[in-house]
């Protein structure tokens, strides 16, 4: 069940909140990025191999 707020309306994410303060978003995008290429580099060659497989 939704969690109601003082006036009994559920709640709405601000605008920004899903960001880290100062230098920590930073420091995640950068690790985000490094550990996320290799598996988008992979998933992009399975595609084009799997493409040419069945074309």
């Known amino acids: 069940m939704d969690q ?10 601000p605008l920004g909140r899903l ?12 690790y985000s990025f490094e550990h996320s290429l290799p598996l988008a580099r992979f998933a992009i060659v399975l595609a084009i191999v799997l493409y040419d497989e069945s074309g």
């Open 19 to 30: 960001r880290f303060s100062g230098d920590l978003e930073s420091r995640f995008s950068g």
């Open 4 to 13: 109601l707020t003082k006036d009994r309306t559920t709640p709405r994410l």
